[in-house]
């Protein structure tokens, strides 16, 4: 009863007695984020900062009104970058970029245009003298980055935010340290994530128990809590501890599933299903997988992560007889990878055209202009239909009907050769592939080559075959008949080429010693490297970086 008529006397205040821009925000503070009973006040502070116009404490307003709207987030982010453009003020104006790249970002989902924004807000920020708002925009950078699967680069952005976030900052005013608390979680959660993806795990594992001290009864950080379970969970599962992951990600759902971060839910069922199947508690693990296909249902959302989920839902609708399940989520995972396609590569090439070179920045629409991309691609789809083809005339005109496999004993950098596996199967005859499998492997070689499973350490014959659904022999005999060499020289090949084109196109890249080349293109180390480098590329990996920082200086003169 005392708050009914203590709100109710506030209530009568601000109207009675003409507040304060601050005083409305007091009434507001505390509600949870998409309460809109918040605008009782928001709409009063809105009203007053036009009256007055006073634009700067109108983006103010209308950047709150975005965490307080269920359904017009857009719509109040739009409104705060117009207001803000009337302030003339570059801070005020990359802060509104940033709130509405977050939008897209945190409760949509919406990659592409999240990066426009936060490219826009960058141009404004980046030398910035509010340091708070330099580190948020880098930190939205690094989590694109991080995305895309550049997880090298992303940890070097986390590691100065948390260095920014977690430094000693003598702060009296409670709201700066809470933002600067939150910054350094999410900074630390990030640079987990990244940790794990590079299989650095006793560092993840040091880092999470950094993060769960600082969160420790700390009710205002329950979802920095529940991330920070999730990544506890994602270790526990890559050292095996089944059972210890499976009650971490119980524990990390409670928070992520209350906010609403479908993406980070989809993450969890994902490794919380793997999980089960290692316990043979088959059951459980389908429904969380299908809980994956839930979320894309409702959001057109899927990360490459969860990709797999689809295949073993494939997988046991096949070994049950259920054709109509197996049809749907092959129509379900067909789509997923149209969307992974599309949305990863197109931010893919945004990232590097417009954050990694700064002339490239402004001539953005130029690069990005679709009638030359139109263009290029009706090109490479024509290059690829008459070399295949070309390979399917010559293929038929053979009299032989049996292939001959030559398969030389040459080792791969990363692969421990079995004496039973691809590289030391001896001369033998085998019958003619069929059409229908030789397309059909063809097209997922094509794939992996547009994904870049290659630069994964350990890939072998035997993995790859495996994830094809066939088997090494009929795998080597098409690679060594239609790639023109056996598995070991293709993958070099790959990643060689890969290697190269990154150093040739970011300048990062070419900041990066040889070991770190090397590791991110899948080799485990430095000496093998670079002697395929420089068989394949004709000079070696440092004279190669030389000639291209030569080539890029030159340019910028």
Not at 116 to 124: S, V
Not at 187 to 206: F, G, M
Not at 261 to 273: I, L, N, P, Q, T
Not at 353 to 363: A, G, R
Request: aromatic share 14%.
């Amino acid at each position: 009863m005392l708050k009914i008529l203590f709100f109710i006397f506030t209530f009568c205040s601000l109207i009675c007695n003409g507040q304060g821009f601050s005083d409305y925000r007091l009434q507001y503070d505390n509600y949870e984020e998409n309460d809109e009973r918040a605008f009782k006040f928001l709409n009063l502070y809105i009203a007053k900062a036009k009256k007055e116009t006073n634009y700067k404490e109108l983006t103010q307003a209308y950047k709150d009104a975005v965490s307080f709207s269920k359904n017009d987030k857009i719509a109040y982010a739009d409104s705060a970058i117009i207001s803000a453009k009337r302030t003339y003020d570059n801070d005020i104006l990359g802060s509104a970029y940033l709130t509405k790249g977050t939008v897209y970002y945190f409760n949509y989902k919406k990659f592409s245009p999240a990066l426009d924004e936060y490219l826009k807000a960058w141009k404004l920020l980046e030398h910035s003298e509010d340091k708070y708002l330099h580190f948020k925009n880098l930190y939205h950078i690094g989590v694109v980055k991080r995305y895309l699967g550049y997880y090298v680069q992303s940890l070097e952005i986390f590691e100065k935010c948390i260095q920014f976030y977690g430094g000693k900052q003598h702060i009296s005013y409670s709201n700066v340290k809470y933002n600067l608390k939150k910054g350094y979680l999410n900074s630390l959660h990030q640079s987990i994530i990244s940790l794990n993806e590079l299989k650095r795990y006793d560092e993840a594992v040091e880092r999470i128990n950094n993060g769960l001290s600082e969160v420790e009864g700390d009710l205002n950080f329950y979802l920095e809590r529940s991330y920070l379970f999730k990544d506890k969970g994602i270790v526990e599962y890559h050292q095996g501890k089944y059972n210890e992951a499976i009650a971490s990600f119980r524990n990390a759902l409670s928070g992520i599933e209350k906010k609403n971060d479908f993406a980070s839910a989809s993450v969890v069922y994902f490794y919380k299903g793997n999980s089960l199947l290692k316990i043979n508690n088959t059951e459980q693990a389908y429904r969380n997988f299908q809980r994956i296909d839930s979320i894309f249902v409702n959001h057109a959302f899927v990360l490459p992560e969860v990709r797999p989920a689809y295949e073993i839902l494939i997988a046991k609708s096949n070994a049950n007889g259920d054709i109509k399940k197996e049809l749907y989520y092959t129509n379900q995972l067909l789509k997923v990878d149209k969307i992974i396609a599309s949305d990863f590569k197109y931010l893919a090439g945004k990232i590097f055209k417009e954050f990694d070179t700064k002339d490239l920045i402004e001539s953005k629409e130029k690069l990005e202009d679709s009638i030359f991309y139109g263009y290029i691609m009706a090109g490479l789809v024509l290059f690829f239909m008459i070399v295949i083809c070309s390979l399917i005339y010559i293929r038929r005109k053979k009299s032989k009907d049996f292939l001959t496999l030559d398969e030389s004993n040459e080792n791969v950098d990363g692969i421990n050769v079995d004496p039973t596996e691809e590289d030391s199967i001896p001369e033998k005859i085998f019958p003619k592939l069929s059409e229908q499998l030789v397309q059909d492997i063809l097209a997922k070689l094509q794939t992996m080559e547009d994904q870049h499973f290659f630069l994964e350490k350990g890939f072998t014959l035997n993995k790859l075959a495996k994830k094809f659904k066939t088997n090494t022999t009929y795998l080597s005999a098409i690679i060594n008949e239609f790639k023109g060499n056996n598995f070991n020289t293709y993958l070099n090949k790959l990643r060689i080429e890969y290697a190269a084109k990154m150093l040739a196109e970011s300048k990062l890249w070419r900041s990066y010693s040889v070991e770190t080349i090397a590791s991110e293109c899948g080799f485990t180390n430095r000496s093998n490297f670079s002697k395929i480098f420089t068989e394949i590329k004709g000079v070696s990996p440092n004279d190669f970086i030389l000639q291209h920082k030569h080539v890029f200086n030159t340019e910028e003169n």
